[in-house]
């Protein structure tokens, strides 16, 4: 699944960034971005946005090459390290520095990092079980569950069409979860469970915006991953929770030395989350979120792509129309919510 700090579209800090005037934003542009920014900005977001999507596909298909050898808390000890030297580098080198992972709200970050890792451990086990493009697809249900929350715990107000595109997307889940096939897929639950609690993790992300960059979240919640899974693995490093069954192995098998040849698909999965992250961040800062947020899909075609080239899978019919019914409708939430935003902000 696209990992969290990519989900960062519509925290409170890049919110302000949206709607402050193209001056506004050059002024605060970095040198070297600033005349690429001056010439299209526009372009340059959708860019970034692209970029950093691709570069996330490929965290999945590290994750899913990985879990049949490895325990999950160790593959994520592995990517977290890598993530956050990346995270840390740049840290250093940028104008703020170590200051800006300072945070007077350490409990509301326990929270999210524990929402963030439940929800990707979750996606991880069903992943591994799953077709790469079906798994993705369900992840892609988020804007949809996003918009049900919005209703539940913020009180919006929704209309018809997008009441209409969220009926529609929560039928492409059920298309996906196959229950016609004699029993509903543990798997695909358990990537839609990681979808819910990933659209929770947004909206806790939307509250803390307005004190919190995405650099100091994107920080605690390595620092969290870290943490659970050294204690995972001192618990049950060992293996001595280890069954026969493949998502139990997965949790629990015993941590083994990567062999040299696996190196690079641990640091793949680690600097795809630094690194994507980090793009998506910059589009969300320089581009308005309606017209980035569609072409973060691009994940989808990735993940056909990457499920037929390494791992000899295609989607059925079947699949093509869960597929077809969850992208369309959560493209279509976010044009709408971009329509909604826009009329606010006219008013």
Request: net charge positive; with cysteine; charged share 15%.
């Amino acid at each position: 699944m696209l990992p969290v700090n990519h989900w960062l579209v519509w925290t409170g800090a890049d919110r302000r960034r949206q709607v402050m005037s193209q001056a506004e934003q050059t002024r605060r542009a970095g040198p070297d971005d600033l005349d690429l920014m001056a010439r299209n900005p526009a372009l340059t977001g959708i860019l970034f946005a692209t970029g950093g999507s691709l570069i996330f596909s490929a965290n999945d298909v590290a994750i899913k090459f990985l879990s049949g050898g490895y325990a999950l808390h160790q593959v994520i000890l592995i990517r977290a390290f890598v993530a956050l030297a990346f995270i840390l580098t740049v840290i250093r080198v940028s104008e703020r520095g170590f200051s800006q992972i300072a945070t007077s709200r350490p409990r509301t970050h326990l929270l999210r990092v524990a929402i963030v890792m439940v929800s990707n451990v979750t996606f991880f086990v069903g992943l591994a079980a799953m077709e790469l493009a079906d798994a993705v697809a369900v992840a892609y249900v988020s804007p949809i569950v996003i918009t049900l929350l919005s209703i539940v715990v913020l009180g919006e107000k929704v209309g018809p069409r997008r009441w209409a595109a969220v009926i529609v997307g929560m039928v492409g889940v059920l298309v996906m979860l196959r229950p016609g096939a004699g029993a509903i897929q543990p798997a695909a639950l358990l990537v839609l469970f990681s979808a819910v609690l990933y659209a929770s993790g947004n909206l806790l992300a939307r509250h803390m915006g307005g004190t919190e960059s995405a650099m100091t979240l994107s920080f605690y919640v390595q620092i969290g991953f870290i943490i659970v899974s050294t204690a995972m693995g001192l618990w049950a490093g060992d293996g001595h929770l280890a069954t026969d069954n493949a998502l139990w192995a997965f949790l629990f098998r015993p941590w083994i030395w990567p062999p040299l040849a696996d190196w690079p698909v641990f640091l793949a999965t680690g600097l795809s989350v630094g690194i994507g992250g980090l793009m998506v961040t910059q589009a969300y800062r320089t581009t308005e979120a309606g017209l980035i947020a569609p072409f973060e899909y691009v994940g989808m075609p990735m993940a056909i792509f990457w499920g037929l080239v390494v791992f000899g899978t295609f989607p059925d019919a079947v699949a093509w129309l869960g597929i077809a019914l969850i992208c369309g409708s959560g493209l279509y939430v976010i044009w709408r919510e971009t329509v909604r935003r826009r009329e606010s902000d006219a008013a």
